[in-house]
């Protein structure tokens, strides 16, 4: 079965810099597209970058353009999300997900496109 196991969380001053890592396993043929979104208590999950994993076009929340990267290493299988001068509001459980489907169409940061997901890494940005 498809996993997903983020890393790389922690506690970070506001101004400062995070990289999320995401190690996948299990897959026979790469996902169309792969994604980083967060959910902060109390609040709906929300996209935050995909990736098409054969292309490499990558799409960004407006939220964070600008501020974040998202990348993969296929030698590795990893996705990272690099994440500069943070916010407060950025305060999140940040999850790594995957489409089950291998390709076609467009993708979107609607979550039900995305039928893996890992654990989660929390990142908290404090003033």
């Known amino acids: 079965q498809v996993q997903l196991a983020e890393s790389g969380g922690g506690s970070v001053q506001a101004g400062g810099s995070l990289t999320v890592s995401c190690a996948a396993s299990?897959?026979?043929?790469?996902?169309?597209?792969m994604g980083w979104f967060r959910q902060a208590p109390g609040k709906e999950r929300e996209g935050v970058a995909f990736?098409?994993?054969?292309?490499?076009?990558?799409y960004y929340a407006d939220s964070v353009q600008g501020r974040f990267t998202i990348s993969q290493d296929n030698a590795k299988n990893t996705l990272d999300l690099q994440m500069n001068s943070l916010q407060i509001e950025d305060t999140a459980m940040y999850y790594c997900a995957a489409t089950t489907r291998i390709s076609g169409g467009q993708c979107t940061l609607e979550q039900y496109e995305y039928g893996y997901w890992g654990q989660g890494t929390q990142v908290t940005v404090s003033s």
């Open positions: 299990g897959y026979t043929y790469r996902p169309y597209c």
């Open positions: 990736i098409y994993t054969n292309s490499g076009s990558r």
